[in-house]
């Protein structure tokens, strides 16, 4: 079966630095793009960052621009968010993600919290 596993939240201060890792199984991970969502107390899940099945192309959301980047290793099927200059609006539960025919397939979440 499909198993999304996100690790490396934690506690950090504004301006800090993060590395998310969301470690999949039970699917050909490289034929599929992977998504990073995040969910905020009281606010919707909202869209982050998407890579594409090899790599090749890339899009975030407006709010981390320039700030995070999504990778992903085929070999290791393991996609990466690496999040800098962190702010405290960026407190949230983040969620691995991918769509396997239209099912949506997700994470148990990794909380990071941006404070000093």
């Known amino acids: 079966q499909v198993q999304l596993v996100e690790s490396g939240g934690g506690l950090v201060q504004p301006g800090g630095s993060l590395r998310l890792s969301c470690a999949a199984s039970?699917?050909?991970?490289?034929?599929?793009?992977m998504n990073w969502y995040r969910q905020a107390p009281g606010k919707e899940r909202e869209l982050v960052a998407f890579?594409?099945?090899?790599?090749?192309?890339?899009n975030y959301g407006d709010s981390v621009k320039g700030r995070f980047t999504i990778s992903r290793d085929n070999a290791k099927n393991t996609v990466y968010l690496q999040m800098n200059s962190l702010k405290p609006e960026d407190t949230a539960v983040y969620y691995c993600?991918?769509?396997?025919?239209?099912?949506?397939?997700w994470g148990q979440g990794t909380q990071v919290t941006v404070s000093s």
């Open positions: 993600n991918t769509v396997i025919g239209r099912r949506h397939y």
């Open positions: 039970g699917f050909t991970f490289s034929s599929y793009t």
């Open positions: 890579i594409t099945s090899t790599g090749s192309s890339t």
